[in-house]
């Protein structure tokens, strides 16, 4: 069958679906994760989609050795980075030792980290710039809670924490895809990655509509373009977070702006992530 094109293929983004597996799965447990992953999405799917995990910190070794020694295409990438480059920050990773693991990816600002470990607006745009700093692509998250959903002030509750978590970079580092690559084919995206996840739809079984992400996830490509310039604003992928399962991802894939999906739950099922892959692959 003809393969449909995605509107982010249109655009010249590559889809990218990325497993953020939390606090889950011992190192021996990401091995066979990602094995499976590997044998059941096929070349062409692969090319067509970045797949990505982002395991705990203790699994990136093993992850990094299996990517590497058995040539796959699967990426991968942290949850977290320190703000500092080293140094006395007990229990913290620096972007060096992630750049060290070949990481491509790390997650910033996530709901959970700011909601569990108190980092606020000024925190993330440091570990934005730590992330660029060692050549780390930043999947940067943004996202309202129910109250202000409620409110009906998301929109500009989101593109307010991008303007914070963003202070101080250029176009260029926008564009620039990240020099630590190293963990299986690089996308097409520039060098920051947005996640729009809603809180009030993380770990809930409550999805947002198609066009509740597509809302978003268009008017951080608005902002991006007042800030940065229509061009790169164009290669910046925007993935939509929360909840997302097989069953709805063809809908919140449909959006012409949502270029991919930050998936928790849901990626630590094989079958339910080949599952997503497949679809953003397939853009059907
Ligand atoms: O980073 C992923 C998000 O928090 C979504 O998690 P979820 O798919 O389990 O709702």
Redesign the pocket.
Known sequence: MARKTTPARREGRRPLIAG?WKMNLTHLEAIGLVQKLAFSLKEPELEAAEVVVLPPFTALRSVQTLVTGDKLEVGYGAQDLSAHDSGAYTGEVSGAMLAALACRYV?VG???RRALHGEDDAVVASKVQAALRHGLVPILCVGEGLDVRRAGTHVSHCTTQLDAALEGLTAEQLLAPGDGAGSGGAGSGGGVVIAY?PVW????GEVATPEDAQEVCGAIRSRLAERFGPEAAAVVRILY????KAANTVGILAGPDVDGA?????SLDADEFVQICRTAADGS
């Open positions: 953020n997650v996530h709901s959970e996840e739809a993380i770990g809930t977070g929360g909840s997302v930050l998936v928790g739950g849901a």
